[in-house]
């Protein structure tokens, strides 16, 4: 079955960087787009970037434009996220998708802003 599992999540001070990573499995993972959503306490979950499928496009969301870089090895069916400059209203869980073909998600991963 379709599977994702993020990493790299943790609690960072404001300005600081952090990498997660997505493990997929169980569909041909180059042959869809990948993106990664977070969702903060009492929030809906909301699109973060999108990459498309050799990663030779990638969008994302006015709020992290310029700090955050999607990323993808379609070798190892990995997707990341590179966050930069990190701040307090980025705090969530982050999920990685290969919505909308396929709808399930994973546990996510933790990521604390705060100093």
């Known amino acids: 079955q379709v599977q994702f599992v993020e990493s790299g999540g943790g609690l960072v001070q404001p300005g600081g960087s952090l990498r997660l990573s997505c493990a997929a499995s169980g569909f041909t993972f180059s042959n869809y787009p990948m993106s990664w959503y977070r969702q903060a306490p009492g929030k809906e979950r909301e699109l973060v970037a999108t990459?498309?499928?050799?990663?030779?496009?990638?969008n994302s969301a006015d709020s992290v434009k310029g700090r955050f870089t999607i990323s993808r090895d379609n070798a190892k069916n990995m997707v990341y996220l590179q966050m930069n400059s990190l701040k307090p209203e980025d705090t969530a869980v982050y999920y990685c998708?290969?919505?909308?073909?396929?709808?399930?998600w994973g546990q996510g991963t933790q990521v604390t802003v705060s100093s």
């Open positions: 998708s290969a919505r909308p073909a396929y709808r399930s």
């Open positions: 990459i498309t499928t050799a990663g030779t496009y990638t």
